[in-house]
Structure formats: structure tokens, C-alpha cells
């Protein structure tokens, strides 16, 4: 057996390529903890089998360390940092490469073959396998739309389903991966996961479930990047490795990449992009609440004129984005041809709907449309669409993606996800699907739906998720009365510096980030009430800062049913008056939409416990 190991430049992370028996195998650890165990690796082109037989031709080693800056992004620069590992194998069929990288956060491999003319991928042998030792697996069944809850799943049923990527799992002594892929584009198509019921451990590379036949292809091949980010939580969701493993932007001229919050009818009120004049109340809105954009979304063709809508919203100092459905521009010329019109009426951005599909012919679409959108300079949300793959880096203007069971789901219009998103999805998100890349899932619903969260959780979702483009989903005269106004005024959409402070998935998170010279932090829970600590370690040092707190009111709230410590103890009088009563309250009447605001100085080297309640949380603006 041959063993190629690479490691991470902190020496800490390792990946390691095998040669045995003439088959290829991979695995990964952080120190002592394995990330994967022993891994497949291969494909099987028409008419060439590379999977088997091999030997190894050459070995080449080096490094990489650049810094790149992203338009719109969770933190102002990124760093690609790594050892690199470069193996040329040869079987009695063809050549093979294998290029590997170990970074501290995280392992990446992909195969490419030489070669000229068209090809055929039958299929890639690849897969992850899933440590003994793990503990929780989270993941989601693949759907189209990636609109599902990522839950725990027992090791027996791994090979029930095709999974979607990511894949996160909890592998030990502290240590999560994350098992992802980067750099998809058009010429290979996105994958999925699969185990098989002998091996339910180790799970496969499958092509998009509706991509019958082989992948049509041209030589040179490349895979995409088969990845596994790892460490603690906060490395997962802060990390920018599968932007790194993306070819670098295609937009020159940043300028007309612009972050912001836009006001969005279509989740409160479908028919109201049909509708001119409420078009308009939202346009008011938005400049109401210094909000950047309004997205006029499905129903505004011939009952909106957009032209006129953009003339009104420029007045009022807010630009608009429009929606189109895929189908629509399914070839290059007619969405060139479109975009270019849309442009011209002074839009800035487009939301395109409805892909549901990770096979190649799909995912060619929306490489011509981030390059039409880039040469007319308008911002681009993919909607109904496969999970992002670190492309910011690629497409920068590509500001958001849904692939997200988000705030929509409130409407109740799935058969089998009944009432949409909930507090252990919410607090799941930022370790999975948010890891992998923006997420629309437009946050913000108080009282027109149901969604078994507090306010102040509901809050704390612009903070805790990023969408480069954030669409507040609740309705504008419920957004401009309630309390939490002044913090969704100002919540900021990209980020110069982002940070877990604690988390454990499908239970609680809390988050800061930093834009300019002010902090933002949130934290919401799940299922039970908490009391969140936050350490304020991270604040400058000699700076005093004025922090403002949306947080849970638990003012009607008794101390049974609020954690430990947050409330008094119960005393005699409330107990006596408890036990007068012919029927006690539930703990589910408490009222979910109270919200308490104070107004404190901080500084570094404070700690501040704030107490949810059940499905609660809190935001909070630390201004210097």
C-alpha cells in the first residue's frame, strides 16, 4: 500500500490518499479524530474505467497562502491557506489525477482527467465515511427545491435515502465536519448521498436523482471539490474554504454590488406584486425604514409597470429587483435578451425561480446567467434552486440563494411539512445549509403566521442567518409599529466579521458580528427556555460601547416554566394564588410576541446573561 498524507499549516488537520490493492482510498483527521475514515475514491468515464488498477506516476507537493476580499460576504477578507497535493496515477485505461488540500479548517480532493473532445461520466466512486466513534449525523433528504429540516439520522437508515449535501457530523472530543462540495458548475452537475444497505456507514456519490442518463462532458475534466470543513462550530459556519476552492470573480467592477435589506411583500400578501398601488405603499415603506430595495415578486408582468416603479421608488431613494421564472429563460439568447431590457428600466437586481434541479443541463443555467447578469451589472437571487457551493467568490453579485425551508413554509403549503420552520431548524441552519453559501430564507414573521418562536427569536434570525439580500417577510404595517423597528432598520446584510460564541445545533446558537465599528449579537433557542451568557471578549480594548437589547419579556412568565435562575423563586403568595385557582395555566399561554428593550453600557471583559424563553432569543446592537 502506497499513503500520501498532507497536512494542514497548522499541522493539525491531515488528509491522506491510498493506493491498495490498485484502488483509491481517502481519509481525514483532526489530530486524533478522524473526520472520515477510509474513503473510496474513482469515476467511471464511457469507454474508460478509472477506479481500479492504478500506480502512482508522480507525486508533487507545494502550498498556497493569498488573501481576496468578496463584495458581499460574511467577514471583509478571506484567506486561502493550504498544502497542496498533486498525485498522477495510470491504469491500463487512462490517466488520473488527484489534487488534494489540506487547510486548518477543513480537506478537499477532486479528480481530473486529460484529454481532448467529448466524454462521458458514467459515475463518480467516491464517498464519505462516517467515523465509528461519530456521534449525531444531521441531514436532509434530497428534494429539488432543498426545502426540508435537517434532522438527526440514525446510522441504520443512511442508506434509506438520497441525502443532500452538506452533511454535518459530530465526530468527537469537540470536533464537527461538515461534508460538502465546492466549485459546481454546469460541465459536471451537483451530486448527492447515498449509502448502501451493506455499508450504511460510508456514503456514496450519486448524480441528481433526475439526470438519468450519463453526464455529457467535455476533456479536460475536473469533479467539483469533494470537501469536509471541520473543527469546532464556529469554524464550520465562519469558514471560507469552499470559496477558496471556486475560481476567482468573474466581475470587475464591484460597484453596483450593493448588500442591503429589501421590503417583500409576496409572503404576507401573494397578489400584492399585482397590484401598482400596494407596490408603491411598499416602496414607501422601505424608504420609511431605510430599507435599500423593494422586490416586486411573481405577478407584476402586465399588471405593474415596472419602468414607472422604479421612477417612483428612485424619488423615494429605494431601487427595485423583480422576479422571473426559469422556464422562461432556458437559453442564453432570451436571457440575454431580457436582462438587457430589464437593465435598461433601471433595475438592479432579479430574482430567478423555480430551477429544482441539480443535474448538469440545469446547473449550465446558472452559469449564463451569473455571466449575462455580471455584463449588465444586475444583482441575482437564485430561487427554488440547488444548494450554493461557495460560488460568492466566483459570483460575487450572486447575492443570495433560497434551497432553504424558510419563512415561506409559514403559509402551510406543504402536505408533508406542516407549519413550516421551526426553533431546532432555526438553530440547525447555520452549521448546514447557511454554511454552504447565502441563504434567502426571509426572516422576520411576528404575528401574521404562526411559527411557535418568540419575537425576539424572530429578530435575531438577521443576525444569526446571512442573505446578502434580506428580505424582511413580514408585512410593512406590522413592521413599522412593532418595537423592533429601530434593530430592522439598521441590521446590516454582509458582515466584516462574524463569530459563534456558542452553539449546538437544533438547540441554541448565538452569534456576533461586527460592521464598521459596531457589534451585533443575537441567540435564539430551541424547545426549551435558556439563559444565554455573552462574554463581551471581543469588544476593543479602552472603547466604551452602548448596547440596545430586544430580548424576551418574561414579565408574564412564572419560574417553573423559565430556566433556572432567570426568574425568583416562587414565593408563598404566588404559590397560594396557584393553588386557588380551579385550573393552573399552561406554560404554551404565555404570550410569544412580548418583547423588552434596555439600553446599557458595555465594555470588554463584561459578561451579560440574557434569559429566554421557550423558542425565544434576542438581538442586540453594540454601538462604539
Same mark, same amino acid.
Not at 237 to 257: C, G, H, K, Y
Given at each position: 500500500m502506497a499513503c500520501f498524507t498532507v497536512y494542514s499549516p497548522d499541522q493539525r488537520v491531515q488528509l491522506q490518499v491510498m493506493e491498495e490493492g490498485g484502488k483509491l482510498f481517502w481519509q481525514a483527521k483532526k489530530e486524533d479524530v478522524f473526520l472520515a475514515e477510509k474513503s473510496p475514491l474513482g469515476m467511471e468515464l464511457e469507454g474508460c474505467s478509472l477506479k481500479d488498477g492504478f500506480t502512482v506516476l508522480d507525486e508533487v =507537493?507545494?502550498?498556497?497562502?493569498?488573501?481576496?476580499?468578496?463584495?458581499?460576504? %460574511?467577514?471583509?477578507? /478571506? =484567506?486561502?491557506?493550504?498544502?497542496?497535493?498533486?498525485?498522477?496515477?495510470?491504469?491500463?485505461?487512462?490517466?488520473?489525477?488527484?489534487?488534494? =488540500?489540506? #487547510?486548518?479548517?477543513?480537506?478537499?480532493?477532486? !479528480?481530473?482527467?486529460?484529454?481532448?473532445?467529448? /466524454?462521458?461520466?458514467?459515475?463518480? %466512486?467516491?464517498?464519505?465515511?462516517?467515523?465509528?466513534?461519530?456521534?449525531?449525523?444531521?441531514? !436532509?433528504?434530497?428534494?429539488?427545491?432543498?426545502?426540508?429540516?435537517?434532522? &438527526?439520522?440514525?446510522?441504520?437508515?443512511?442508506?434509506?435515502?438520497?441525502?443532500?449535501?452538506?452533511?454535518?457530523?459530530?465526530?468527537? %472530543?469537540?470536533?464537527?465536519?461538515?461534508?460538502?462540495e465546492a466549485a459546481v458548475f454546469g460541465d459536471y452537475g451537483s451530486s448527492t448521498l447515498c449509502a448502501e444497505s451493506d455499508a450504511p456507514m460510508t456514503l456514496l456519490l450519486r448524480q441528481a436523482p433526475d439526470q438519468l442518463g450519463p453526464t455529457e462532458a467535455k476533456l479536460p475534466?475536473?469533479?467539483?471539490? =469533494?470537501?469536509?470543513? /471541520?473543527?469546532?462550530?464556529?469554524?464550520?459556519?465562519?469558514?471560507?474554504?469552499?470559496?477558496?476552492?471556486? &475560481?476567482?470573480?468573474?466581475?470587475?467592477?464591484?460597484?453596483?454590488?450593493?448588500?442591503?435589506?429589501?421590503?417583500?411583500?409576496? !409572503?404576507?400578501?401573494?397578489?400584492?406584486? %399585482?397590484? &401598482?398601488?400596494? /407596490?408603491?405603499?411598499?416602496?414607501?415603506?422601505?424608504?420609511? !425604514?431605510?430599507?435599500? #430595495?423593494?422586490?416586486?415578486?411573481?405577478?407584476?408582468?402586465?399588471?405593474?409597470?415596472?419602468?414607472?416603479?422604479?421612477? #417612483?421608488?428612485?424619488?423615494k431613494g429605494v431601487k427595485i429587483w423583480i422576479w422571473e421564472h426559469s422556464a422562461a429563460i432556458r437559453s442564453p439568447e432570451i436571457a440575454e435578451e431580457k436582462l438587457k431590457l430589464w437593465a435598461s428600466w433601471g433595475v438592479v437586481g432579479v430574482k430567478i425561480d423555480f430551477f429544482e434541479s441539480d443535474g448538469a443541463h440545469r446547473v449550465k443555467q446558472y452559469d449564463y446567467l451569473a455571466e449575462i447578469a455580471a455584463k449588465y451589472k444586475l444583482m441575482v437571487n437564485f430561487h427554488g434552486c440547488m444548494k450554493p457551493a461557495g460560488e460568492s467568490r466566483t459570483w460575487p453579485h450572486v447575492m443570495t440563494r433560497e434551497a432553504v425551508m424558510g419563512g415561506e413554509y409559514l403559509q402551510n403549503f406543504s402536505t408533508f411539512l406542516p407549519g413550516g420552520p421551526d426553533a431546532a431548524h432555526n438553530c440547525t441552519l447555520p452549521f448546514t445549509r447557511n454554511a454552504m453559501g447565502p441563504m434567502d430564507y426571509t426572516p422576520v414573521c411576528y404575528d401574521t403566521y404562526l411559527t411557535g418562536t418568540t419575537d425576539a427569536h424572530q429578530t435575531a434570525l438577521t443576525v444569526i442567518f446571512t442573505s446578502y439580500i434580506l428580505h424582511i417577510g413580514e408585512g410593512a404595517e406590522k413592521v413599522l409599529r412593532h418595537p423592533a423597528r429601530p434593530f430592522l432598520s439598521r441590521v446590516p446584510a454582509a458582515w466584516d466579521e462574524s463569530r459563534v460564541l456558542e452553539a449546538y445545533p437544533g438547540n441554541f446558537v448565538t452569534m456576533a458580528r461586527k460592521k464598521d465599528e459596531n457589534w451585533y449579537v443575537a441567540s435564539i433557542c430551541a424547545r426549551r427556555p435558556r439563559n444565554s451568557t455573552v462574554h463581551f471578549d471581543f469588544l476593543d480594548e479602552d472603547a466604551v460601547y452602548t448596547a440596545t437589547l430586544y430580548a424576551d419579556d418574561l414579565s408574564d412568565e412564572r419560574p417553573f416554566d423559565v430556566a433556572e435562575g432567570a426568574l425568583p423563586r416562587p414565593d408563598a403568595e404566588m404559590i397560594a394564588g396557584l393553588e386557588a385557582m380551579s385550573q393552573r395555566p399552561a406554560h404554551h399561554q404565555h404570550d410569544m410576541h412580548l418583547m423588552k428593550i434596555t439600553s446599557f453600557q458595555v465594555k470588554k471583559g463584561d459578561t451579560l446573561t440574557v434569559p429566554m424563553s421557550v423558542n425565544g432569543g434576542f438581538a442586540m446592537v453594540i454601538e462604539k
Open positions: =507537493r507545494g502550498s498556497i497562502d493569498e488573501s481576496y476580499s468578496i463584495a458581499a460576504f %460574511k467577514k471583509k477578507v /478571506c =484567506r486561502d491557506r493550504a498544502n497542496t497535493l498533486t498525485l498522477t496515477l495510470k491504469n491500463g485505461e487512462g490517466q488520473l489525477t488527484v489534487e488534494a =488540500r489540506a #487547510y486548518d479548517d477543513g480537506v478537499a480532493l477532486r !479528480m481530473k482527467t486529460d484529454g481532448q473532445g467529448d /466524454c462521458r461520466v458514467l459515475g463518480e %466512486k467516491t464517498g464519505f465515511a462516517i467515523p465509528e466513534t461519530a456521534g449525531q449525523v444531521y441531514g !436532509m433528504k434530497y428534494v429539488f427545491s432543498y426545502e426540508d429540516h435537517y434532522h &438527526p439520522i440514525p446510522r441504520c437508515d443512511l442508506a434509506q435515502n438520497n441525502l443532500a449535501f452538506p452533511v454535518l457530523v459530530e465526530c468527537g %472530543k469537540g470536533v464537527w465536519a461538515l461534508y460538502a475534466l475536473a469533479t467539483p471539490w =469533494r470537501v469536509v470543513l /471541520c473543527g469546532d462550530l464556529n469554524d464550520i459556519a465562519t469558514s471560507n474554504t469552499l470559496e477558496n476552492l471556486n &475560481p476567482p470573480s468573474i466581475v470587475e467592477d464591484t460597484s453596483f454590488i450593493r448588500p442591503g435589506t429589501s421590503a417583500w411583500s409576496w !409572503m404576507t400578501e401573494n397578489d400584492s406584486t %399585482k397590484d &401598482p398601488i400596494r /407596490c408603491r405603499e411598499y416602496v414607501d415603506y422601505a424608504a420609511a !425604514m431605510g430599507f435599500d #430595495y423593494y422586490l416586486a415578486d411573481g405577478g407584476w408582468p402586465g399588471t405593474v409597470d415596472i419602468p414607472e416603479l422604479v421612477k #417612483y421608488a428612485e424619488e
